[in-house]
C-alpha cells in the first residue's frame, strides 16, 4: 500500500491526480489537502472504503 500527500485537491490539477490515484485498483492512502472542500472526492473515497 503507497500513501499519497496532496495539495490543492479541491479543483484543477490536484484534484485531478487524487481521482487518478483513487480509481486505481490498488489500495492507495491519499491524504488531500486543499482550502476548500470537494464533495466528488469525498464520495469517491467513500465508496473506496467499501
Request: aromatic fraction near 4%.
Amino acid at each position: 500500500m503507497k500513501y499519497y500527500i496532496i495539495t490543492g485537491t479541491s479543483s484543477r490539477i490536484g484534484e485531478a491526480l487524487a481521482k487518478r490515484i483513487l480509481n486505481k485498483e490498488e489500495k492507495n492512502q491519499v491524504i488531500s489537502l486543499s482550502r476548500r472542500g470537494n464533495i466528488e472526492l469525498e464520495k469517491l473515497a467513500e465508496i473506496r472504503k467499501k
